[in-house]
Every structure is written in C-alpha cells, then in structure tokens.
C-alpha cells in the first residue's frame, strides 16, 4: 500500500469537481470515509440513512455513491442502490458497498443489486481511495 | 444283526415327530389305555407306543417293560417304520436281521415281534405301537386288523396333541401381539408427534392423537392417502427465510402449515410398508413439530448476523483510522482526536464482547455453574452500588429498606451483576443529578416466594413500543449514538433472573421514569 500525504493524490481531475455522496448510519465511520477521500477535485457530501440519502442524490447528482448496507430508516443500502439502478437517470452513478456482511452470498447479493464494488468492514481507506481514484480519472 | 436302516426323508421326518412336542414328556393314560389293550389282544407281556428319533426309540407309553428309550440301531421300530403295514417277526432267533441283536440275546430276550408304523398328521411315519414276548407267536389276521385299529386310535391321539399345542401356542401369540400392540399404542398415544398409517389401498388405518393437534381436524379426518397428501399440500409451503430443503434419501421434508391460526414448521417423513414377503402393505406419515427448533435456528442466524454488524461497526473505525495514522501525515491535534476515536472504539468493543460471552457462557451453562444460597440481602444491594455508580455519582443512588427483610435465594455473583446493569441503565438514562431510587417492592409479587427489588429512575422513559424490545439483544431505545452501550444489557439480566427462577417486571413513561422490578426467590418467612 503506497503511503500518502493529504495533499499528493493525482493530478486534480480536470473541469467539474468529482461528486461523492457518503451515505452511513455511524458518525464516526462517516467521518474516516471522508478523511479518506479528503483530495483535490472531490467534492463530499453526506448523508445518515437511505431516505436522506435518496433525496440528496436527486439534489446535487453525485458520480459516486459510498452506500452503508446495514442502516436504520425505511430504505436500506441494497433497496437504495436497486433504486438508483432501475431509474435512467441514476443508473450511471458508481455505486461502492460497505458491509459488515462478508459471506459470499451476501457479496453475490450487493452485485446483484448493481453495485460496482462491495467492500467489507472492517476496510482499508486506501484501498476506498484507490477505487475512487479509478473512477474519478476515467 | 442288521442295524435299523435310515429312511430317505429322514430329517423331514424328524421335524414332523418334533413338531408333535411330545417327545420326554410325561405317561399319559390315553396312551396308556391303550398299549394295555394291545398288550391283552395278543397276550403278551410287553406294549409299547413307541417314537423313533434320529439317535434312539422313546416310548410314550409302555406295559411290561422298564425302560423309556433304547437306542435307534437296535431297535425293531427302526425296522417297522419302513413298512406300510405291520412288521411281524414270529421268532426272532429265525431271522438274521435280529437274532443276534442284544434285545434278543439278553434281557428282554425278545421273540415275537408286532410293530404297526405310527403316522404323524402330515404322514410321516414317526414310530409305532408294537407287542413285544419273550415267547414265539403267530398271530392271526383278526389281531393284525385290531393292531392297526389301534395304532390309528393312537394317531388320533397324537394328532390331537399337536393341535392342543397349536392351540396354546397360538394363544400365546394372541396374547404376545395384544401385549405388543397395547404397548405400542401408549408409545404413540404419549409421543407429540404424529404417525399415520395406509393400507396398500391407501385407506387409513390408523392417526395417532397428536395427529389433529399438529395438522388440525379437518387433515386429520381425511380417511385416505390421496385425500391427506392433497390436504396437507394445500395448507403447506416450505418455510420462509431457510433454503427449501430437497426431499432427501429418507423422504424427509419440510413444511410450514398454519392450523388454527397458528403457524407450525413440521418435519414430514413417508416410510413404505412392506409384507414378510416383500409385497407392499401400506405405509407410515410421519410428522414432527420442529416449529421451536427452527425458530431457534432462525434466532442464532440473527443474532449471529447483527453481532457481525456490531463488532465490524467499531472494528471499522479503529482499523480505519489507525491506517490512516499510519500512512498519512496529520498536525498534532488531528492526531490526538483520531488516537482517542481509536481508543473509545476499542473501549465499546471490549465491552461488546464481554457481555457476548457472559451471554454464551450463561445460555451454554444454562444455570449449571451458579451458586445459589441463601444470604441477606443488604450487602448484595451495597456491592452492586459500588459497581454500578461511577466515581462521584454514588450519591445518586438512594437506598430504602424494610427493616426485616427475608434472606434470598440467589447466586451472588450473578444476581449483583443483573443488578448492576439495571443500575447503571437508571443512571445512564436519566439527568445528571437526577436520583436512583432503590428499595423493595410491595408485598403481592407474581408468584409467592418472591421478592421484589426495585431500581426507579426520573430519566427519559420508554414508550410502550420500545418496552416491548427491551429484552431484545442489541435493540436500543436511544440510537442517537450519544449513550454507549451495545443493546445487551437487558437481555442478560433476562437469562439471570429466569436461570434464578426469578421474574422482571418493568414499568415506563416517558419522560418520566422507568422502574425496573427483579423479584427473586427469598426463604420463606417463619410462621409466627
């Protein structure tokens, strides 16, 4: 794993800011997840549980959404990330699983709701940072 | 001398004199009568009903002679049974097959020899009755003829013995089966599961009582097997949530049926029955409620999957940001917040397992490992008060007792420990400075011989919604995030007040408080 400054991610990507919505129940994960991606050219935003959520992704049209599985509310993360993916507007958005689930039919599960990639807690933020690198600069 | 030869069909012959169970059983009259008479007919001093067996001759009944059996290969029987009608020897020093035979040389020193074949019902020729004198005889035609009338009276004889026999024995079996089927029928009228069995036509012919209990009334009176199965099919699905369970090599599956509105998960085995012979007879239902079992399985499930979710959440933080820690570079104070993150995760998470395991180790011990005696109350409450009350808060905590209490039944240190967890909830659930009230219930609790210890707080209260999962393991009323605790508390002091043959009681309003009443067993108070 390679070690980082805060500061020294790639090459801001060009033109409009990247969107990453963090969607997470625990305050204090949401804070490493943001910590994480806390580089040049992302632009974060947070939300609590699925319903937030749900209405902050009609709002700011986030390329990215860091989707908890597990949360309290009405929508949980596999319903919000089938959501996303049935409705063309959506559909594009990269989506990221956390889970504290990691059997492999649970994993079976998170990409059969359309999930890019599901990652299991507890994970490595750099390797969070990684993904989203790919993402951002594709 | 020629030795009595043996027949062909000899071993079938055996079995058939067998099969008359006559053999060294005692003198009987009616055979007795009998051999008399032939004795007188032919004027001779010896009769004999004589039965020859693989190695001797034995002699049901006997005149004139003192002994029970010879051996076979000298006897003149062993010659007669191969004759259709009466083997007569006149003189026996006259024929060669007997005149050196020791019968004839010495005592008894036959002569005359008359033997008639005896038969047995299924023909067999199994001995004979036979006159026997030392003297020779030719005897006449008319006495031949009244031998064999004879010898046909002591087959009836015979035969009537075998039917006797068959008679008890089969009374013995009549009375073996109504044993057996008696026996059966209280095992299957005490069982909770179901049998029901089927005829090769598929009638029923038998349903246990615990049959309508599990499927209800109307499948139990279906009276054939197209009927039941079609029923049974209709009111049952496999059940929810547990991957359906393929129809094994036994023929066991599952189903979940609801029988007068309840819901029952039953375990369905189909066995054949089959004849001696192989040919089908029937066959056997067989149905168990495992309605328990599965909800247990379904409990563990999750129960295991919510512990994942709530040991991973704190795992997550602390791997997180120790990564963090370690790969990047932050000021000072950054870092200090990020160390104490770090350490008031791995805090809850030691707590968190902690409680896991005092959880496992009373459910796996299941009260075997407590310690009950009996010991006064007081200084239970006053050790649970120091335990439970952080520092400076103790004064928070009012005690008021009665001044004579009875001693309790408890383990000490499982029963302060309940204790304590309700303590700590009243103070972790109210106002800084609000108070903690503990003392003794009212005299009437829910079961006599037992006393009510009750912690009342002036905190924030439960709705009755939240009340009812308060013994559910990791639910918490309060999910703000602002009050550590992993949900368990309550369900551990549930599995120590039951393992102590206690009750809880809890009452709530919110915003006003929440008493929480742990009635234990106490000594039974003396007779005035």
Known sequence: ?138 | MQPAPIPADEADRVAALRALNVLDTPPEARFDRLTRLAAHLFDCPIALVSLVDSERQWFKSCVGLDASETPRDISFCGHAIHHGTALVVPNALDDPRFADNPLVTAPPAIRFYAGQPLHSPEGQRIGTLCVIDRQPHTPSAAQLAALADLASIVENELGQLELRHALATSAACEAALDRHTRTLDTILRLTPDAFVAFDEHGVRTYGNRALASLVGGHIAACNNYAAFDAALAAAGHPPPGRRRMARNAEGITELEISSSGQFRVLQRSDRPLTRADGMPQGRVVFLRDITHEYEVDRMKTEFLSIAAHELRTPMASIHGFAELLLKREYDTATRRDLLETIYRQSTNLSHLINELLDIARIEARAGADFRVATQPLPPLLARAIETAAPPGQAARIQLALPADLPPVLVDSEKFCQALVNVITNALKYSGEDAPVHLGIAGPDGPAPGLLGVAVRDEGIGMTPEQLDRVFERFYRAEQSGRTPGAGLGMSLVKEIIDLLGGRIDIASLPDHGTTVTLWIPCAPTKAP
């Open chain 1, 1 to 138: 794993m390679d070690t980082l400054r805060p500061h020294e991610g790639p090459l801001k990507p060009p033109g409009a800011p990247f969107r990453i919505l963090v969607v997470e129940d625990q305050p204090e994960l949401r804070r490493l997840i943001c910590m994480s991606l806390d580089e040049p050219g992302y632009e974060l935003h947070e939300a609590a549980n699925g319903d937030l959520a749900a209405a902050r992704i009609a709002e700011i049209r986030p390329q990215l959404v860091i989707l908890d599985v597990m949360m309290p509310g009405t929508l949980d993360g596999l319903t919000l990330c089938r959501r996303l993916r049935a409705d063309a507007a959506t559909a594009g958005i990269r989506v990221v699983l956390l889970s504290a689930r990691g059997q492999q039919d649970d994993r079976e599960l998170g990409l059969a709701a359309g999930a890019d990639a599901y990652l299991v807690k507890p994970f490595s933020p750099l390797e969070l940072l990684q993904l989203v690198r790919r993402w951002s600069t594709a």
